[in-house]
């Protein structure tokens, strides 16, 4: 989340464009995609503490390094190789919850941890744009190595020693991908990742140019989006057991569709705030929800499909992000939000759909 708020300095400091800034995006985001089941193989027999500690250690160290880089090229390498800890960090910290709690508190406990995405926006991206606009994009990538080493430490004295989700076999990938039910549902994220990210991506320079707004205001607007998400998540994972997975889903998307379809009328700082509401709402309740609603689908094979959504989810950022960074450079700052919208409503049908296949299917099991 450093690189959407820092993204106006480091245009300006490495003397790159804001489209080719954006390629930071989607350049890790696909470094994510294919690497979280392609990790997930690799890492399957580790025990969790010392795998998810190490990941925080690596992205760290990592972040620090890129503060070094010189050049954009360079940038974009170290960027590259820092995200291989999320890529593996985000599905095992999902998989290892759903072993180390009942059943019937899964959907609320994945939610929880989720929880983390709301925090990073209440506090890492407006403390970044904030650093990154009144210091420059490196002080604001040292900040984030720091918190992530004492990540790393809080982790290893958190985590309980020999926790070891189901081993990740051929097996589990090929019954994920025999069923259309997590498919579709991954599908969905993909969609809802990309919607979203045709206009994330850019919003430090869209609201530079749409309402001329400074580092400071740009980093409340940050700490607004990421306080509302956070209420979202907190009150979705209290309700998601209730209410259902799919059905939490598709009130998050229809919060988001809320947001991009009132989008033209945010021509003030106040309004453009008032218009971000429903959208944080949903944003970061989208991502548990669709977590929980998966390992509600197949709790066996949870390592399989959360490794394939997280997947989906940073496939979706990448394509986001080169969409709307192609549209701006083709002068289409302005229609950033329609192009998301179509994509969102698009996501909201898939999901439809797939929640009426994995009915047909679960009408279809023998009764145990």
């Known amino acids: 989340m450093v690189v959407p708020g820092t993204l106006n300095d480091i245009s300006a400091s490495l003397a ?45 160290v990592m972040h620090m390094v890129c503060a070094a880089m010189p050049s954009f090229e360079t940038l974009l390498v170290a960027r590259v190789l820092t995200v291989v800890s999320p890529a593996v960090f985000t599905p095992q910290a999902a998989a290892c919850v759903g072993v180390m709690v009942p059943q019937h508190q899964r959907g609320r406990a994945i939610s929880l941890v989720f929880l983390g995405w709301s925090v990073a926006s209440v506090v890492g991206m407006p403390i970044g744009s904030w650093v990154g606009g009144s210091l420059g994009w490196r002080y604001a990538f040292v900040l984030v190595g720091l918190l992530s080493c004492a990540s790393a430490a809080w982790v290893w004295r958190a985590m309980p020693h020999g926790i070891k989700p189901s081993a990740f076999t051929f097996d589990t990938w090929r019954r994920t991908f025999q069923s259309r039910g997590l498919l579709l549902c991954v599908g969905v994220t993909a969609l809802y990742s990309a919607a979203q990210f045709v206009l994330f991506s850019y919003f430090a320079p869209y609201f530079k140019v749409t309402l001329n707004i400074s580092p400071v205001q740009l980093s409340l607007m940050f700490a607004w989006f990421g306080a509302f998400g956070f209420l979202g998540n907190l009150w979705i994972s209290h309700r998601i057991d ?93 229609r950033l939000h329609a192009a998301g919208l179509a994509i969102l409503m698009l996501s909201i049908v898939v999901s439809t759909y797939a929640t009426r296949v994995a009915s047909r299917t679960d009408g279809q099991r023998p009764a145990t």
Not at 47 to 58: E, K, P, V, Y
Not at 249 to 262: D, E, F, K, N
Not at 278 to 302: I, T, Y
């Open 242 to 334: 209730r209410m259902g997975a799919a059905k939490s889903v598709t009130l998050a998307l229809g919060l988001i569709a809320s947001s991009l379809t009132l989008w033209p009328l945010g021509n003030s700082l106040i309004m453009a705030g008032l218009i971000l509401v429903p959208w944080a709402l949903g944003c970061f309740a989208a991502n548990s929800a669709q977590q929980a609603r998966l390992v509600e689908l197949a709790p066996v094979l949870a390592s399989g499909s959360i490794a394939l959504n997280t997947s989906a989810m940073y496939a979706g950022q990448a394509l986001g992000a080169a969409s709307g960074g192609w549209l701006i450079a083709h002068g289409q700052m302005t």
């Open 16 to 60: 790159i464009s804001i489209p080719a800034a954006g390629q930071l995006i989607s350049a890790a985001a696909l470094l994510m995609c294919l690497g979280a089941p392609l990790l997930a193989g690799v890492v399957s027999t580790w025990d969790r503490r010392q795998l998810l500690s190490g990941c925080m250690l690596w992205y760290g």
